[in-house]
């Protein structure tokens, strides 16, 4: 089946995991995942079992994944934030420390619960896509960005992408529900810049990224739209 034009998906949650983790980015991580994680017909799934695993997998030290509800803790995974000695990588990727020197308000991949928290939406999403790639009218024409795009060298396809609306000035919008508005925000930020034909560069990679930075981004971490 050929798909005519391009089309642009947003997702709110990491497309990746901090560089050497060994998690990766992308389909790479989307596939991994998946083989941990199963869900059910009312949505209930393993997620705590899943990172667990991962924590044992990836790192002889407590963690890097935390945060469960008291019934799902176990050796390997903890309800409060053990300290980070991970000694193969950090706790950030590139762009959310770039945010956070910025004064962004952002959280990484590690924390599964709590307020703001955006693990457990990585880990479900993640395996989401993948179940999504796994539709072999839709394969062919899927694309993470950046890892299999090339930054902003091949838009062709259907455009898996990393957005965080929180990123968008939301004082014009009225809704009751905040995330709504910032949705609406980053949606219209989007279009904006598609009908001045200036959407391509969205995609860029950021010019002050040295070529291994570009390099680990492109191939495990990711990066945010418009970042």
Not at 100 to 109: D, L, S, T
Not at 127 to 151: E, G, H, I, R
Not at 210 to 216: D, M
């Amino acid at each position: 089946m050929e798909y005519p034009g391009r089309a642009l998906i947003g997702f709110d949650f990491p497309f990746g995991y901090p560089f050497n983790s060994s998690i990766g980015g992308g389909l790479t991580a989307a596939q991994r995942i998946s083989k941990l994680l199963f869900s059910d017909h009312r949505d209930a799934n393993n997620r705590f079992d899943a990172a667990a695993t991962l924590n044992r997998q990836i790192s002889l030290y407590k963690g890097p994944f935390w945060g469960c509800p008291t019934a799902f803790t176990n050796e390997d995974l903890s309800t409060t934030k053990p300290p980070f000695h991970h000694e193969n990588f950090q706790e950030w990727r590139l762009v959310e420390r770039y945010l956070k020197e910025k004064k962004y308000r952002i959280m990484n991949v590690w924390q599964l619960l709590g307020q703001g928290s955006v693990g457990s939406q990585t880990l479900t999403g993640l395996k989401a896509l993948n179940d999504l790639y796994s539709v072999q009218d839709l394969k062919p024409a899927l694309k993470f960005w950046p890892f299999d795009t090339k930054w902003n060298l091949d838009l062709n396809g259907i455009i898996l992408t990393e957005v965080w609306p929180s990123l968008n000035n939301i004082s014009a919008y009225t809704h009751p529900i905040k995330d709504a508005c910032q949705v609406m925000a980053c949606r219209d930020w989007i279009l904006k810049h598609n009908a001045g034909n200036t959407i391509r560069e969205l995609f860029e990679a950021p010019e002050w990224l040295s070529p291994a930075e570009r390099q680990q981004c492109e191939q495990e971490e990711g990066w945010i739209l418009g970042v």
